[in-house]
């Protein structure tokens, strides 16, 4: 089993720049299926960005051009790069992993949570205007 820990949210200006890591207790292996997902109080839980076991990415539409996900060289840190923050961003952002390609729930989009096994608690991002 897989144990993640998210880090890197705060509070920022839109138009500013994050970095949130996601540290899991092992190595994610090749087959693997890890993602970014973010929760605003009241809305379903939406996915953000995911990469899958080929290095293949997918992303939502409301954030192309401005996230980037990737992880280091020994595959025990999962990142998300955002930039041009806007306020909508504004949610609670967790990691997740499942032991299965993306492509297997999902063509070309960010799977749906509930297809991720593992889970962090979240860390929050707050946007402000």
């Known amino acids: 089993q897989v144990q993640l820990v998210e880090s890197g949210g705060g509070s920022v200006e839109a138009g500013g720049s994050l970095r949130l890591s996601c540290d899991a207790s092992?190595?994610?292996?090749?087959?693997?299926?890890i993602g970014w997902f973010r929760q605003v109080p009241g809305k379903e839980r939406e996915g953000v960005a995911a990469?899958?076991?080929?290095?293949?990415?997918r992303y939502a539409n409301s954030v192309k051009g401005r996230f980037t996900i990737s992880q280091d060289y020994d595959k025990h840190t999962l990142y998300l790069q955002m930039n041009s923050l806007k306020p909508e961003d504004t949610a609670t952002y967790y990691c997740?992993?499942?032991?299965?390609?993306?492509?297997?729930?999902?063509?070309?989009?960010?799977?749906?949570?509930?297809?991720?096994?593992?889970w962090g608690e979240g860390t929050l991002v707050t946007i402000s205007s």
């Open positions: 997740a992993a499942d032991p299965l390609h993306c492509h297997y729930y999902a063509v070309d989009d960010v799977p749906p949570d509930y297809n991720m096994d593992y």
């Open positions: 990469l899958d076991g080929d290095g293949s990415t």
């Open positions: 092992d190595s994610f292996a090749n087959e693997y299926c």
